[in-house]
């Protein structure tokens, strides 16, 4: 009695309907550069936040060094405190302000980046269906005609 051999059957089975790699492939390498675009949107816009947070820094720091000036008046320190609450208060509406925009303009690109990539892979996938299906009506053309 001959034991049947599975692993050649597979084989054989296996080249009659050929895979084609390739959109797979292609399927990484889209991923991988929507991964790239989207991870550079966020690297600026971490880097233009650090920048906005550095420069209200220093701008609060040169602020409070005209409030610990020494003052002839009592009333001096009050009115060089009362100063500073006010530059403050704008500060901190321009820096909001300049965050929002970081903010919206990676919204906006990062909607953007995910509608291209739906596009893209809509594509891909019509692409990659219409050869699978030519592939397969090929080889199956082939197999009734050797079977015949």
Known sequence: MATTDY?????DMMQAFPM?????QDGFKTYAAMGEKLSRVALEAAEKSTEISS???KDTLHKMGDVT???AEPSDY???LTDFASSQ????????AAFAEVAKKVQIETVELMMA?????SEDMNTAARKATND???????????AK
């Open 89 to 96: 208060a704008e500060m901190t509406a321009e820096t909001m």
């Open 55 to 57: 420069r209200w820094t």
């Open 117 to 121: 990539a739906g596009k893209n892979a």
């Open 69 to 71: 000036t020494a003052r």
């Open 78 to 80: 009050s009115k060089a």
């Open 20 to 24: 084609d790699m390739s959109s797979f």
């Open 7 to 11: 692993t050649k059957q597979m084989q």
């Open 136 to 146: 397969m009506s090929a080889a199956t053309r082939k197999a009734t005609v050797t």
